[in-house]
């Protein structure tokens, strides 16, 4: 990520002449040798472009080039079996979709379950995510035990340990209930 008011310069040698180009960005990521203007300041700087033809810089249209990661369903089932404890098996798919404009790395995605009951008890635990491509989901799987018949309460949060760059880092969460 570039500094808001950064200058870029960039200088491209041709056969036969030199092409000099110098502008004011607001905005700007590099990934790779790809350099991505999101916003050129117009009024700070020269914004010129010498020698050769005229270049155009063009913000691109859609998403900036960040991953975003958002839970879009919370599904469960439960096995009927219970022992002498009212303890069931519930296995839960979590769909989480890539809403941004890249690819997201592996993470992990964490539902706490709280039993609000005269007395808190609760559930922690991660499920794997593996890479999310943009505008794509896939659905992660996980199981856990919960006292029943009892309505427990939960949150899924997709990256749970934020080591994903995102373009918002606060629409991670999704609340849902069980039984």
């Known amino acids: 990520m570039f500094n808001k008011n950064t200058t ?4 491209t040698l041709l056969a036969f ?8 960005v607001d905005d700007a990521e590099l990934t790779g040798n790809a350099l991505q203007i999101n916003k050129i300041n117009k009024q ?3 914004n010129k472009f010498l020698g050769g033809n005229s270049t155009n810089i063009t913000k691109k249209g859609g ?4 991953s975003d990661l958002v839970i879009d369903k919370v599904d469960y089932s439960w096995d009927n079996k219970t022992n002498n404890t009212n303890l069931t098996i519930v296995y839960f798919e979590v769909t989480v979709e890539n809403i941004g404009g890249r690819s ?14 005269g007395w808190t008890e609760y559930r922690d635990f991660n499920i794997y995510v593996p890479v999310i491509p943009a505008g ?6 996980g199981v856990t035990s919960l006292k029943y018949p009892t309505t427990w309460y939960g949150i899924a949060t ?3 340990y934020n080591t994903i760059r995102e373009l918002n880092e606060h ?3 999704a609340t849902f209930s069980v039984f």
């Open 17 to 24: 002449s030199v092409i000099y180009t110098s502008f004011v």
């Open 63 to 66: 998403k900036r080039f960040l």
């Open 104 to 117: 997201a790395r592996s993470s992990w995605l964490n539902i706490r379950l709280d039993n609000v009951h």
């Open 158 to 160: 997709a990256d749970t």
């Open 171 to 173: 629409n991670n969460n």
């Open 44 to 46: 700070a700087g020269f």
């Open 136 to 141: 794509k989901s896939v659905k992660a799987q």
């Open 8 to 11: 870029i310069v960039m200088v």
